[in-house]
Antibody, heavy 121, light 107 residues
Framework: EVQLVESGGGLVQPGGSLRLSCAASGFTFSSYSMNWVRQAPGKGLEWVSYISSSSSTIYYADSVKGRFTISRDNAKNSLYLQMNSLRAEDTAVYYC??????????????WGKGTTVTVSS | AIRMTQSPSSFSASTGDRVTITCRASQGISSYLAWYQQKPGKAPKLLIYAASTLQSGVPSRFSGSGSGTDFTLTISCLQSEDFATYYCQQYYSYPRTFGQGTKLEIK
């Protein structure tokens, strides 16, 4: 069964750091690009970051650029999101999502259940 | 960034109804569009990609159409399990952007 399981969320003070992990199973992780997407309480979905299968290409949303770092370890079938200088507005459920490819580009087809990050003093 | 605008933002319908949700992109995105369904407390679920391709396992009452800037998601005969929030998302360019969501409620 294809599965993504996020972990590492929790309560952190403003200005603090947190590292999220996403464990992949049931597919060849090293062949797929991956994403982080977040959802603030009661709000819509916001794409956060993308990393290619080989880590050669990385993108960030402007809202997190310079503060968040995406990475992966293909040997461990894991995706990571290092979050620094956290702000109250980073409070959200964070999902990892796998990309699949069609003639019309990459789309997110498999999602984890999410991990909750709360930034508050 | 490409802005995605959905309409309506919320909608009440009855089981058995035919429902259409629209999504407009602020610039042309060809067919680089996906539709997701999300239920409270759950992760989004992919319904349609490439604007009109049904994801494996998704019921055929769901369909998508459009290209360029205007897209639609249609549910041909609403079932009780379809009451949820629906999002469109473009993957034509980065940052990938979502519509604000359409909440489909029971009338």
């Amino acid at each position: 069964e294809v599965q993504l399981v996020e972990s590492g969320g929790g309560l952190v003070q403003p200005g603090g750091s947190l590292r999220l992990s996403c464990a992949a199973s049931g597919f060849t992780f090293s062949s797929y690009s991956m994403n982080w997407v977040r959802q603030a309480p009661g709000k819509g979905l916001e794409w956060v970051s993308y990393i290619s299968s080989s880590s050669s290409t990385i993108y960030y949303a402007d809202s997190v650029k310079g503060r968040f770092t995406i990475s992966r370890d293909n040997a461990k079938n894991s995706l990571y999101l290092q979050m620094n200088s956290l702000r109250a507005e980073d409070t959200a459920v964070y999902y990892c999502a796998r990309d699949s490819v069609s003639y019309y580009g990459y789309y997110m087809d498999v999602w984890g259940k999410g991990t909750t990050v709360t930034v508050s003093s | 960034a490409i802005r995605m605008t959905q309409s309506p933002s919320s909608f009440s319908a009855s089981t058995g109804d035919r429902v259409t949700i629209t999504c407009r992109a602020s610039q042309g995105i060809s067919s680089y569009l996906a539709w997701y369904q999300q239920k409270p407390g759950k992760a989004p679920k992919l319904l349609i990609y490439a604007a009109s391709t049904l994801q494996s396992g998704v019921p055929s009452r769901f369909s998508g159409s459009g290209s360029g800037t205007d897209f639609t998601l249609t549910i041909s005969c609403l079932q009780s399990e379809d009451f949820a929030t629906y999002y469109c998302q473009q993957y034509y360019s980065y940052p990938r952007t979502f519509g604000q969501g359409t909440k489909l409620e029971i009338k």
